[in-house]
């Protein structure tokens, strides 16, 4: 049972333009998201998270936005760099639940030039 | 600042034996977890400790698996008679809890096991 989906696998854009990653979600117990990024042979990098009592939280070139009705959050990169290309990974966890993370799949972003 | 480090960086074992991980979080975090990865897969809850007390195990810890954080410092995973199965990343990750309810959590670079 995947409670947190990430379902594209993988996104190309160009230098400059907006990345768009999306994930959804079906446990209605989450209230905290977190994005990480991941380089091969690395741990998960912390990048951005939000609280469900937020709909939108800005760090830089970076936003995540939550739509609780639906279920569904995304990140916005904006303006995309060549280092921003890795893996994306959406997380969510629970209060009371030992913040313990339950983690989609990925989605690989490429940043081209 | 030195994040969250864990040794071995990589480990080749043979089915049957037994190996030992061991993770050295964020100095003033009282929480510790372990996370495991598989390929194609994002990282999948294992157990978390606050301070020296383990207060969630997942099933995916069969009872092959043993993790101890002693003093409330690092923390040790053991897997015992490695299965081909246990081959996998293995992540741990670090945060400190808050009135204010923080929740990130910092990872280590991981264990890579391969088990032939």
């Known amino acids: 049972d995947q409670q947190v989906k990430q379902n594209s696998p993988s996104l190309s854009v160009q230098e400059g333009r907006i990345s768009i990653l999306n994930c959804d979600y079906t446990?209605?117990?989450?209230?905290?998201f977190l994005w990480y990024k991941k380089y091969p042979a690395e741990g998960p990098t912390f990048l951005i998270s939000i609280s469900s009592i937020k709909d939108k939280n800005e760090d830089g070139r970076f936003t995540v936005f939550l739509n609780k009705s639906a279920k569904h959050l995304s990140l916005h990169i904006v303006p995309s760099q060549p280092g921003d290309s890795a893996v994306y990974f959406c997380?969510?966890?629970?209060?009371?639940?030992?913040?313990?993370?339950?983690f989609g799949t990925g989605t690989q972003l490429k940043v081209e030039l | 600042d030195t994040g969250v480090s864990q040794n071995p960086r990589h480990k080749i074992t043979k089915r049957g034996q037994n190996v030992t991980f061991r993770c050295d979080p964020i100095?003033?975090?009282?929480?510790l977890y372990w996370y495991r990865q598989t390929l194609g897969q994002g990282p999948e809850f294992l157990t978390y400790f606050q301070n020296e007390a383990q207060l969630e195990k997942s099933r995916l810890l069969s009872d092959r698996f043993s993790a101890e954080r002693p003093k409330g410092s690092f923390s040790t995973l053991e897997i015992q008679r490695t299965e081909q199965g246990d081959s996998a990343m293995y992540l741990c990750?670090?945060?400190?809890?808050?009135?204010?309810?923080?929740?990130?959590?910092?990872f280590g670079p991981g264990t890579r096991l391969t088990v032939t």
């Open positions: 990750a670090s945060s400190r809890e808050l009135r204010t309810a923080t929740y990130e959590q910092y």
């Open positions: 997380a969510a966890s629970a209060t009371g639940g030992g913040n313990k993370l339950t």
């Open positions: 100095s003033e975090h009282n929480r």
């Open positions: 446990n209605s117990m989450f209230d905290y």
